[in-house]
């Protein structure tokens, strides 16, 4: 960049202005394990501002002008596929959308191959869901953008953590010392693990509940945190089965879907006790905080993990979910659109 | 690297109180007029021309912040995406005359980029554009219309605005860019 930026905080190093923050270093969201808190709070600022684009009479803005967003979703989706596609749009990228199962892939082309193809039609950006944990990590290797995940087997679910957060933090603020509750089918959830990472990197008082056998793996995560082995430093979850522990006094309760398509048979022994003993009702809820959140990332199995009654509560934030996942989502694009070479501003573009 | 101070904090004040009138005079009075701050300094500028208004005029004026990072014209261009900093536009523009105030106008990119921001909240009466330093060196047909201090530059200088909302105190330096040829 050459003489052009003249009032911009950057390049004022070394005056009086504050320190300039640091911007986002990430070129794809597999997971939100290596976002530190930093990076995280740095997409809620970016929500912010998308929030504000999103309130405007005109609800689109330039920013990814020219970009080509590639959306392929190896599995069922509504509200993810949807919301990238009107994030995109929202940032005026071109969208390119390819349903698995009418493509190349129904002839049984492999996962390169259709990156690969993707890539030489244009793509700068791809956002992925697929049944396999990894998937995306794979076409990371072999795409020359950015992936973004937007959902891959068990592992991941990157946007769904960070608009779940989002939504907490826009009724609760500072998420240090909250309790938030994670009940339901965790085993089978790649929501609940990225929200394990990132409500733990937010300092949250986060509790993991479900049937003992939807656990596994859970508690032995728990336990290598609690003995500050792996890269978490400092972070802790408590894992338990006792939905009224787990309830006491929290700030957030998050329902998760029963993942029947997903369900091994003999976890459970049917779904009628998993509602008597797991479901989200009035009366187990009556143990949080009178006005806790909460939460639902969809689709919903009503009478199953959540009461009907529940799911309409006042204090119900399951469509506001839904409504900021299109912010979150432009925020991430738009982080993410500036990784893939060339020179780094200096700041504003000066005069 | 050294820095020559080219206005004072006496100097900014009197110019902003200046520009104050000079608004209100352009505009035969105060009717319609809505302030727009760019991100970051046009923002505590657009405040302190209010307060002027309000002072000499007795009517406050409506102050927006407005953030053109969106609207840039090399966003495709760099590495990293610059962090935005926030709009906020609080009343409606349509049929309203607005000032975009920034601190100084140098190639005009910046204030296309907010011109074509501020069009997609409405279609205002007017947009005139008010700079505490002009300093040359326009790449793009625009002008301002009220200026605080005109400074001749080349282009291998650099014009620091420091406002005490973000600097900690108030003061224009020119200072040669190091490290450039």
């Given at each position: 960049m050459s003489a052009r930026e003249v009032s911009a905080p950057a390049a004022q190093a070394g005056s009086s202005a504050p320190a300039v923050e640091a911007g986002w270093t990430h070129k794809h969201l597999l997971d939100v394990d290596v976002l530190s808190a930093a990076d995280i709070g740095l997409v809620m600022k970016t929500t912010d501002a998308m929030k504000e684009v999103l309130g405007r009479p005109i609800t689109k803005v330039p920013a990814l002008r020219g970009r080509n967003v590639t959306i392929i979703f190896y599995e069922a989706s509504t509200r993810t596929r949807v919301s990238f596609e009107v994030a995109a749009k929202n940032l005026s990228a071109d969208v390119v959308n390819i349903a698995a199962s009418a493509s190349s892939v129904s002839k049984g082309e492999s996962l390169v191959d259709t990156i690969r193809t993707i890539e030489a039609l244009g793509a700068h950006m791809i956002v992925m869901r697929h049944g396999t944990s990894g998937a995306p990590y794979l076409a990371a290797e072999v795409f020359s953008g950015s992936v973004l995940n937007g959902g891959d087997g068990w592992h991941a679910h990157p946007s769904q953590a960070l608009l779940d957060l989002y939504t907490m933090r826009a009724h609760l603020g500072d998420m240090r010392g909250r309790k938030v509750v994670i009940l339901g089918d965790v085993l089978h959830s790649r929501v609940a693990r990225s929200n394990v990472w990132t409500l733990t990197a937010m300092g949250a008082d986060l509790w993991i509940c479900g049937p003992t056998p939807i656990l596994?793996?859970?508690?032995?995560?728990?336990?290598?945190?609690?003995?500050?082995?792996?890269?978490?430093?400092?972070?802790?979850?408590?894992?338990?089965?006792?939905?009224?522990?787990?309830?006491?006094?929290?700030?957030v309760v998050m329902a998760l879907r029963l993942q029947r398509e997903r369900m091994d048979a003999g976890l459970l022994p049917s779904l009628r006790e998993y509602a008597a003993r797991f479901g989200l009702t009035r009366e187990r809820l009556a143990g949080a905080k009178p006005d806790a959140l909460v939460m639902h990332p969809g689709p919903m199995n009503e009478g199953v993990e959540i009461a009907a009654d529940v799911a309409v509560l006042d204090r119900s934030v399951i469509t506001e979910q839904v409504a900021n996942g299109v912010a979150v989502r432009m925020a991430l694009l738009y982080l993410l659109s500036g990784i893939h070479g060339g020179w780094h501003p200096e700041g504003g573009i000066g005069g | 690297m050294d820095a020559r101070q080219i206005m004072t904090a006496d100097e900014i004040r009197r110019a902003i109180v200046r520009v104050s009138h000079e608004i209100v005079e352009r505009q035969a009075g105060t009717e319609g007029l809505v302030l727009v701050g760019i991100q970051r300094r046009g923002v505590p500028l657009a405040a302190r021309l209010a307060a002027a208004i309000e002072e000499h005029e007795g009517a406050g004026l409506p102050v927006g912040a407005l953030d053109i990072t969106f609207y840039r014209d090399d966003l495709s261009l760099v590495a990293q995406q610059p962090i935005v900093k926030g709009t906020d536009i609080p009343v409606d523009l349509n049929d309203?005359?607005?000032?975009?105030?920034?601190?100084?106008?140098?190639?005009?990119?910046?204030?296309?980029?907010?011109?074509?921001?501020?069009?997609?909240?409405?279609?205002?009466?007017?947009?005139?554009?008010?700079?505490?330093?002009?300093?040359?060196?326009?790449?793009?047909?625009?002008?301002?219309?009220?200026?605080?201090?005109?400074?001749?530059?080349?282009?291998?200088?650099?014009?620091?605005?420091?406002?005490?909302?973000?600097?900690?105190?108030?003061?224009?330096?020119?200072?040669?860019?190091?490290?450039?040829?």
């Open positions: 596994r793996g859970f508690d032995a995560w728990a336990a290598r945190w609690a003995n500050r082995r792996g890269p978490s430093g400092h972070r802790a979850f408590t894992v338990t089965s006792d939905v009224a522990a787990a309830l006491a006094d929290a700030d | 309203r005359t607005v000032i975009l105030v920034d601190d100084v106008l140098y190639t005009g990119r910046t204030i296309r980029a907010a011109m074509d921001a501020l069009v997609d909240f409405g279609r205002p009466r007017a947009i005139r554009l008010a700079v505490l330093v002009d300093r040359g060196h326009r790449e793009l047909p625009i002008r301002a219309d009220h200026v605080g201090k005109n400074v001749p530059t080349s282009r291998d200088e650099l014009v620091k605005v420091h406002l005490g909302e973000t600097d900690g105190e108030d003061a224009v330096q020119i200072e040669r860019r190091e490290g450039r040829a």
